[in-house]
Each structure stands twice: as C-alpha cells, then as structure tokens.
C-alpha cells in the first residue's frame, strides 16, 4: 500500500469532504498478452519444413498430411504445417489431411490446438504431453481446445510428434 501526501488529487479519487483529503484505491491488473509468436518443430515425420513459426494474427493454422488438401465435403483446405503426403515415412501415414488446427485465443492470451475431423476418434487420434507435468491429454472433441505450453508435444496419428515453443530453435542456445 501506498499512502502519498500531495495537494493535487488524481482524477479518479474519491474526495472525503469534511478532511482535506481523498481516497484512491487500485488494485492489481490483471494483463492479457495480445499477441504473440510461436515455432512448431518437427520431431518425428517429414513436413515441408523443420521448424514453422507461427503469429498470433494469422488466425487459424491448419496441420495435416498434404499442402492443398481435398476433404469430405469437396471442398479444399490448405494446411499451413504439412506433413509429406508422398512420404513412405511410417510417421506420416497416420496423419490426416484434415488433423488438427492452432488459433490464438484473446481470451486466455495463449495458443490453443484443436482436433479437426480428421483428428478424433476413431479414426485417429492427437494426444499432448505437457512438458510442465509430463501429463497426457487426449483431445476427442472439434470444439474443445487445448492450451499449449513451452515444451509440449503434440503426437498426431501414430507418432508424428510436433514440438510447441516460444523460442526459435536457432534462438534456442543463445
């Protein structure tokens, strides 16, 4: 707590009338972070890359097998972090064209993954082990959300395995 003795008020005190005195309390904010960038790694699989980074602006970004992908419906989706459809990789044959999606929630200030249609039971599957607790988390829902943190990896299909940071891995050692 803070008292001050000053003969100027801040605007949002509350005078007391009868001492010549104001009372102005504030508490602890609580911030959001607006935006942030991220990096998927690829552990185990082949994608079009080693490391993607990712930015909060950018809105949804797609992971599957494939670039330019044609789904049940007809029409086409482009994954953003896509595994190698032509690969005879073990890894890449469990993941789908449709496997999963990363938003940024301004609510919670964080990156969040979600299953795809492709991505839930029974047809396959998304687990992530919390680098935090080493805890496992199924993901069985296209509308529940997981919040990913520093160091979690996320298992599409069998065993293609992305790692989550907020740190590049050429930024990583220095």
């Keep these: 707590m803070d008292i001050d003795f000053t003969d100027e008020y801040p ?38 890359k080693q490391e993607y980074e990712i930015n909060s602006p950018e809105g949804k970004i797609n992971i599957g097998r494939g670039k330019k992908v044609q789904v049940e419906d007809g029409f086409f989706r482009l994954n953003q972090v896509a595994f190698d459809a032509e ?31 492709g991505g839930v039971p029974p047809r396959n599957k998304i687990k992530v082990r919390s680098a935090q607790s080493e805890s496992l988390v199924k993901l069985h829902s296209v509308t529940i959300g997981h919040k990913l943190g520093e160091g979690d990896q996320v298992i599409l299909g069998e065993s293609a395995v992305l790692e989550f940071s907020y740190r590049s891995e050429k930024n990583k050692d220095g």
Excluded at 20 to 46: C, D, H, P
């Design 11 to 48: 605007t949002e005190a509350s005078i007391v009338n009868s001492l010549s005195a104001a009372i102005f309390i504030r508490t602890k904010e609580n911030t959001i972070q607006r935006s942030a960038t991220a990096y998927l790694r690829v552990l185990n699989g082949i994608a079009e």
């Design 87 to 117: 690969s005879t990789n073990e890894s890449n044959k469990f993941v789908s064209r449709q496997h999963a999606h990363i938003e940024w929630s301004k609510d919670n200030g964080c990156f969040m993954l979600f299953a795809d249609e």
